[in-house]
């Protein structure tokens, strides 16, 4: 088994159930974070019933010190995914509060670094940050969510190289849209929309071959690459929400 001892934030729904079950296995003991104590133990049981050991913590990722007791109690830790993210977007074309988007950093950034900086500092073997497309393209729509998801794109594409001579690999995972309880009440067109349970295959692969990077799919990821580019006022006839995959 390539990894046992596995921390996961955001589990109890979406992508980060889709994972706790996708790398569920016998001798794997999946430690679950999340703040719904009903779906996070149902989850915890589909782990279970899978041949796994399953631990349950509610906890907001944004508790600094909670965050970093959890990472640091968790016995024998050789892989830790920080995928808990929450969405905002102005709508109708207004600016984003500065509530949202205090939000919006608070959990995306701060919450991530909050798993990831304990994780770091104990080597753990594996670090998985979960980010998005939306990080490859400055989205008038959501310019937060974007904003926040560059940040987490930048830092582990800098600090990588350091992080392997200290025998840690960073990987980040930049998957487009994925169908989520989120996505589910978006009323737009979804392009490359992909089932959670696929999303979570592609990125145990990915972990499994220590990729640095797991992007899909690539061609949505082109198209934002190449939509950066474009004059932003170009966006501005475009009516959209924020990403939420």
Sequence with gaps: ML????????????????????????GVTLHLCGRDEARLGAVAAEVRARGASATETLLDVTNREGMESWVRDIPGLDLAI??????????????????????????????VFNTVLPALARRCRHIVIVGSIAGLIALPSSPAYSAAKAALDFWVRATA????????????????????????????????????????????????RGQRSITFP????????????????????????????
């Design 161 to 208: 190289p350091r992080a392997a001579r200290e025998g840690v690999t960073l990987t980040i995972v930049r998957p487009g849209f994925i169908r989520t309880p989120l996505t589910a009440k978006n009323p737009y067109a979804m392009p490359g929309l992909m089932d959670s349970g696929l999303a979570a295959k592609i990125i145990a692969v990915g972990i499994a």
């Design 3 to 26: 990894y046992r001892n596995i921390a996961l934030t955001g589990a109890s729904s979406g992508l980060g159930r889709a994972l706790a079950l996708e790398l569920a296995a016998p």
């Design 82 to 111: 920080a995928n808990a993210g929450i969405s905002a977007g102005p709508g109708d074309g207004a600016f984003e509060s500065g509530e949202q988007i205090r939000a919006v950093f608070g959990t995306n950034v701060d919450g």
């Design 218 to 245: 690539l061609w949505l990821a082109a198209l934002a690459w190449f939509g950066n580019l474009m004059p932003k006022r170009l966006f501005s006839a475009i009516p959209g929400k924020p990403p939420q995959g």
